[in-house]
């Protein structure tokens, strides 16, 4: 429709389809402002904020706030005992071959092995040496 071909047809065929879509598309834009000019009816009562997002908005704020200085105490009381666990699992291993640890009443702890280590002699409880 606005392409025509032969031999006649140059760069001034080429320039009048260019300035038809544009024209169209002038149209088209001027066509849709009236839609655009109407006036929207004002909501006189424009809708509140939701009461109960906003609560639960401040609870976090809250929250946080409340439970940064105990979230710093517990990562640097991490870092104080990383070292320490690195060690006792040296020198334990795994910790499934262990049953759970003993209080003894004079305080001592003890951690018992499930199956007894070889070399320790089931009699008289002496490690051979």
Partial sequence: MFCRS????????GLGSFK???T??????LAG????AEDKPVD???PAPNLLEEGAKMFMRGLAQELDPALERLQNFTAEMLPMLEKLQEQIGDFSQYHMPEVLPNGD???RRKQPK????EENGQIEL
């Avoid at 032969?6 to 065929?13: F, K, T």
């Avoid at 402002?33 to 655009?36: A, D």
């Fill in 44 to 46: 006189e009562n424009p």
């Fill in 33 to 36: 402002s009236p839609v655009l």
């Fill in 20 to 22: 038809q879509i544009v």
């Fill in 6 to 13: 032969g031999a006649a047809s140059g760069a001034a065929d």
């Fill in 24 to 29: 169209l598309a002038i149209v088209a834009c």
């Fill in 109 to 111: 702890i003890i951690i």
């Fill in 118 to 121: 070889p070399g320790v002699d």
